[in-house]
């Protein structure tokens, strides 16, 4: 019984993940007028570790991490600041239903082997079902697979990164959510400041009001985020936990339609429902399940 209260709990993290997630999309685009793709992540990171600190000092101070918390906390934060990175890039290169389209077809995939092969949890029918379907549902926007651009790339990369660190989230479980944070972020800054110093684009074009404020609500959706990533992983399956994160596809493509007047295709939101279907199918518990058939048919 209570394993299948964690499986909705941790579900329910992740849908509320998929929903901050889409309004990244928006908020990318606003302070790519002022940043550039390497100077936002690194502004956005180091907000971030500096109202996690703030929170940490003055409001509840977390447990001292162990050095291998601290260790995977920092591979956490260069795995997903370069994660945020690839998939600014992509945004800021390609519709935002596409980028995140190649954000999940990559994150399903390495995510089902890192969960399977190397957290060793189980599959089963009705996880291969759910994966089967959220892939197919992302197939509906494979059009954006032919253009081979650099947001293609990236979007894809990112997608591949993260399901690494999906991983590594499921490993911090038991340590406090607050502290593993800090050290994420504050690794992730040092890799947004790294990636400005070693590459030539333009750091700050024109500085303004909007997308300031737009990287303070980014780092403190970050840290939203970065929460319930955390719970959402450690109390639900790597492997098929992607599936649900996928339904941020359908929010995000709201999202540019009505902000940037990108129209979604037939098949962009024949698409988003059907990944929305399979994440609804991922949260069922093949136990409940063979416990329900058994009751009918012993009624």
Same mark, same amino acid.
């Given at each position: 019984?209570? =394993?299948?209260?964690?499986?909705?709990?941790?579900?329910?993290?992740?849908?509320?993940?998929?929903?901050?997630?889409?309004?990244?999309?928006?908020?990318?685009?606003? *302070?790519?007028?002022?940043? #550039?793709?390497?100077?936002?992540?690194?502004?956005?990171?180091?907000?971030?570790?500096?109202?996690?600190?703030?929170? =940490?000092?003055?409001?509840?101070?977390?447990?001292?991490?162990?050095?291998?918390?601290?260790?995977?906390?920092?591979?956490?934060?260069?795995? $997903? #600041?370069?994660?945020?990175?690839?998939?600014?890039?992509?945004?800021?290169?390609?519709? @935002?239903? =596409?980028?995140?389209?190649?954000?999940?077809?990559?994150? %399903?995939?390495?995510?089902?082997?890192?969960?399977?092969?190397?957290?060793?949890?189980?599959?089963?029918?009705?996880?291969?079902?759910?994966?089967?379907?959220?892939?197919?549902?992302?197939? *509906?926007?494979?059009?954006?697979?032919?253009?081979?651009?650099?947001?293609?790339?990236?979007?894809?990369?990112?997608?591949?990164?993260?399901?690494?660190?999906?991983?590594?989230?499921?490993?911090?479980?038991?340590?406090?959510? =607050?502290?593993?944070?800090?050290? +994420? $972020?504050?690794?992730?800054?040092?890799?947004? !400041?790294? *990636? !400005?110093?070693?590459?030539?684009?333009?750091?700050?074009?024109?500085?303004?009001?909007?997308?300031?404020?737009?990287?303070?609500?980014?780092?403190?959706? +970050?840290?939203?985020?970065?929460?319930?990533?955390?719970?959402?992983? +450690?109390?639900?399956?790597?492997?098929?936990?992607?599936? %649900?994160?996928?339904?941020?596809?359908? $929010?995000?493509?709201?999202? #540019?339609?009505?902000?940037?007047?990108?129209?979604?295709?037939?098949?962009? !939101?024949?698409?988003?429902?059907?990944?929305?279907?399979?994440?609804?199918?991922?949260? @069922?518990?093949?136990?409940?399940?063979?416990?329900?058939?058994?009751?009918?048919?012993?009624?």
């Amino acid at each position: 019984m209570k =394993n299948s209260s964690d499986r909705l709990k941790g579900s329910a993290a992740l849908f509320g993940a998929a929903l901050t997630y889409a309004s990244f999309g928006l908020l990318i685009r606003e *302070m790519a007028k002022m940043f #550039g793709d390497n100077a936002q992540v690194a502004f956005r990171f180091f907000l971030a570790f500096i109202f996690i600190s703030f929170y =940490n000092l003055f409001v509840k101070r977390p447990s001292k991490l162990p050095k291998e918390a601290i260790r995977k906390a920092a591979v956490l934060g260069v795995a $997903f #600041g370069a994660v945020v990175l690839l998939f600014t890039i992509s945004v800021n290169n390609t519709k @935002i239903a =596409n980028s995140v389209f190649l954000l999940y077809a990559g994150s %399903i995939i390495s995510s089902l082997l890192v969960g399977t092969i190397m957290l060793k949890e189980k599959i089963d029918g009705i996880k291969l079902a759910a994966i089967g379907l959220a892939l197919f549902g992302l197939f *509906m926007y494979s059009s954006a697979l032919l253009a081979l651009s650099i947001g293609v790339v990236t979007g894809l990369l990112a997608g591949l990164l993260d399901g690494i660190s999906n991983g590594v989230r499921k490993t911090l479980k038991g340590y406090d959510r =607050n502290a593993v944070l800090q050290y +994420q $972020f504050i690794f992730g800054a040092l890799f947004g !400041v790294i *990636m !400005v110093l070693i590459s030539s684009e333009v750091t700050v074009k024109e500085v303004g009001a909007l997308p300031i404020l737009a990287g303070i609500v980014f780092a403190l959706l +970050q840290i939203s985020l970065g929460n319930l990533l955390l719970y959402g992983f +450690q109390h639900f399956d790597v492997n098929v936990g992607t599936v %649900i994160l996928a339904t941020e596809l359908l $929010f995000a493509t709201l999202i #540019g339609w009505f902000f940037f007047s990108e129209l979604p295709s037939i098949n962009e !939101v024949f698409g988003g429902i059907i990944i929305f279907a399979a994440s609804i199918l991922s949260v @069922i518990d093949p136990k409940e399940v063979r416990k329900f058939f058994s009751k009918q048919a012993t009624a």
